[in-house]
């Protein structure tokens, strides 16, 4: 194998920790943030790295892990035993096909909102090892950072190990560091667990490269959250909110009008044409995709859709795997299910329900609808309560409208029906046949009259 002379980056995640305090069933790096799981987050920044090489270091629940991110080309390490970082590390690098120069960098898996600037800051750096630490007020937990009189970082100290003195330093390790490979598997290779905790301590390597008169180089991150790692809930849930607070930032950076930054969640990817506006309390899941001029009102539920220019939703909608294709109005409180298709100019109003149906170009279901299964044509007027019955109990039909079809008001129209071009349905019908083009159907029953129709009374004592 032919190597470059440029030394090569290989990126070791840790992530067989037990995670004891997110009390749940799920391991704790395929958690969430943003839709996403931690682990993710964290792979998508070591691949932005362009790494020659990423290995995952599992253990507890590791089947689990390494099946939510199968198809990434990752080398996946077992830790059965959890001996401290130092001895995942080193299960981690064991077998990699490395030069001496190369570096490898440790991430933690559950750090998920490290972003790639800060791991160049470290990338660029030559010293034999690099940190990345972080200023924090309570540094309670943490590893701490210390240093001599010429301000070099000479060791790190585990809270449980550390002196009253070394307690008040506020400088911690954040976990991340990169080493050069070759230095790496030799102070690894000399880790001992004399310690507190009886562990194999990533961190002791610092004191080993000082103890060599080798440069220890510490890159300080100026934002806590980016640091960050998620030991419970509670610390999910703030990562939550920073990481939709960025989103927020960064989608009005890019000229969306978000009403509220710190109302606005997006679960996946928004992208925004020019002037789409989005008002408060929205959820965006999947890929979503708004084009120019969309307006989105207050508290809607928007997954995997595209909106086309133009179109404005109204409040408490919810769109799912659906294609607007521009100047729409929805809602509010409609809902479009997964395989509707609105041509544009069709509008949808409140309390109906679209699903896996094309709406024609100005088509209107303006009222207490249920449309499932069907094609409607263009310029249709479905009165309000217009529901199709597409499902027999095993299976369903379709239903197929013509072009400028007027359905009266709460009409049933039981699949598999067709309704041709230009035909009027009477309101209160239940269409079982097709309707001809041009035609006037009317299915109910015909209104009887009864003069001088004298109304049941109570019955009294008097009656009996
Ligand atoms: C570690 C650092 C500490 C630092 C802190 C930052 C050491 C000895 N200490 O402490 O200086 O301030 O992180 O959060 O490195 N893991 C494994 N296998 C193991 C042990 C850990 O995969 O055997 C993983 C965990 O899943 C986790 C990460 O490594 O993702 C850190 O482990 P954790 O036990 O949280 O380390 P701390 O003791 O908090
Ligand atoms: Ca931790």
Redesign the pocket.
């Known amino acids: 194998m032919t190597r470059q002379s440029r030394s090569e980056l290989h990126v070791v995640v840790?992530?067989?920790?037990k995670g004891t305090r997110m009390r749940s069933s799920r391991p704790k790096v395929l958690h969430e943030i943003g839709g996403r799981s931690m682990l993710a987050h964290c792979l998508d920044t070591a691949e932005a790295l362009d790494p020659a090489s990423i290995r995952v270091?599992i253990?507890h629940q590791g089947e689990a892990v390494r099946s939510a991110e199968a198809d990434r080309p990752i080398h996946w390490v077992w830790?059965h035993e959890?001996?401290?970082?130092?001895?995942?590390v080193w299960l981690g690098i064991e077998g990699l096909d490395a030069a001496e120069d190369d570096r490898v960098l440790v991430l933690?898996?559950?750090v998920p909102l490290l972003g790639e600037g800060l791991l160049r800051e470290l990338a660029v750096d030559t010293a034999p090892v690099s940190l990345l630490t972080v200023h924090m007020d309570n540094p309670t937990?943490?590893?701490r950072i210390l240093r001599d009189d010429t301000e070099s970082v000479v060791r790190?100290v585990?809270e449980k190990d550390a002196t009253e003195g070394e307690r008040r330093v506020q400088e911690?390790?954040?976990?991340i560091l990169m080493a050069r490979f070759g230095d790496l598997v030799r102070w690894l290779s000399r880790l001992e667990s004399g310690n507190a905790q009886g562990?194999l301590?990533?961190?002791d390597i610092v004191e080993m490269a000082s103890g060599e008169g080798k440069p220890v180089h510490a890159v300080m991150a100026d934002d806590v959250w980016s640091v960050t790692?998620v030991?419970d809930r509670l610390a999910l849930s703030q990562l939550e909110r920073v990481y939709q607070q960025r989103q927020a930032e960064a989608l009005a950076y890019a000229g969306t009008t978000v009403a509220d930054t710190g109302r606005l969640d997006v679960r996946g990817t928004l992208s925004c044409g020019l002037d789409v506006a989005i008002d408060v309390g929205c959820v965006f899941e999947g890929d979503v995709r708004l084009g120019d001029n969309v307006r989105i009102g207050p508290h809607c539920v928007l997954r995997d859709c595209e909106v086309g220019p133009g179109t404005v939703v109204e409040a408490f909608t919810h769109i799912d795997g659906a294609v607007l294709a521009g100047d729409n109005r929805v809602g509010p409180y409609a809902r479009l299910r997964p395989g509707s298709g609105l041509d544009s100019r069709a509008r949808i109003g409140n309390f109906v329900e679209i699903k896996a149906s094309r709406i024609g170009e100005g088509s209107k279901v303006n009222h207490l609808s249920y449309v499932g299964d069907s094609t409607v044509g263009d310029d249709c007027n479905l009165g309000a309560g217009t529901i199709t019955c597409n499902y027999d109990g095993a299976n369903k039909h379709h239903t197929r409208l013509g072009d400028r079809v007027f359905v009266g008001s709460a009409t049933q129209l039981v699949a598999p029906v067709s309704v041709g071009s230009d035909a009027t349905i009477g309101a209160g019908s239940t269409i079982t046949r097709d309707v001809g083009d041009g035609a006037l159907a009317i299915a109910r029953v015909r209104q009887k009259e009864i003069a001088g129709w004298e109304r049941p009374r109570k019955k009294t004592d008097l009656d009996t």
Request: hydrophobic share 25%.
């Open positions: 840790l992530a067989a920790g270091v253990g830790q959890q001996n401290g970082t130092g001895h995942a933690y898996g559950d937990g943490y590893g790190i585990e911690v390790n954040t976990g562990e301590y990533l961190t790692g030991n």
